[in-house]
């Protein structure tokens, strides 16, 4: 087998465990495999594998770690969507994003807010009296 072969069947393994691969899974395949092995043993290890957590727990810990580290909304949508797919509602991921409004403050909860609202398609509701804008 071509290491390109074992790259994307490695990579079509993961997308299926996981319901997900992020682009630098994607990079690491091409680039270093054995990297990219050695850190998904770990993640199956602790993510993965079924082990005493529910899936569904695991993702509303990811979503909620990855929201407070503030990662890409890429990273975070990835996750939101397969706790959909695993059976929590959105209204359920929206709580564990804002219990950290007291421990770590607007603008984290903000951060994970917005990637909520975006995967879960809410638009919000606009004013109809005349506002200042400071989003530009």
């Not at 580290?69 to 990273?75: C, E, K, P, T, V």
């Not at 359920?92 to 607007?106: D, N």
């Amino acid at each position: 087998m071509s290491e390109s072969n074992e790259a994307l069947e490695y990579i079509n393994e993961m997308a299926r465990t996981r319901g997900y691969v992020l682009p630098y899974h994607k990079r690491m395949a091409e680039a270093d495999m054995d990297a990219l092995k050695a850190a998904n043993n770990l993640v199956k290890a602790v993510y993965t594998d079924q082990r005493r957590l529910t899936k569904q727990m695991k993702e509303l810990i990811f979503i909620t770690s990855l929201t407070v580290l503030r990662a890409s909304h890429g990273q975070i949508a990835s996750h939101i969507k397969v706790g959909l797919d695993v059976g929590l509602t959105k209204e359920e991921i929206l709580e564990a994003i804002e219990i950290m409004l007291p421990e770590c403050g607007v603008v984290t909860f903000q951060h994970g807010f917005e990637v909520w609202a975006d995967v879960c398609g809410v638009k919000g509701i606009e004013p109809t009296v005349a506002v200042h804008d400071d989003s530009k």
